[in-house]
């Protein structure tokens, strides 16, 4: 992914859920980061549900 696009989805999370912080899309980056074939398993599972 490109930085730009990444500054742009930092940007709309932030200010679609203001509650968000930087430390909590961090985590979330990590995470998928690290359950990336589980995360895409599950998506491909509920599309086909």
Excluded: G, R
Excluded at 24 to 32: F, I, P, Q
């Amino acid at each position: 992914m490109k930085l730009h696009q990444v500054f742009i989805q930092v940007i709309t999370s932030l200010l679609t859920y203001p509650s968000i912080s930087a430390s909590d899309l961090t985590n979330a980056w990590s995470y998928e980061e690290v359950y990336s074939n589980e995360i895409e398993a599950a998506i491909q599972k509920h599309q086909e549900a």
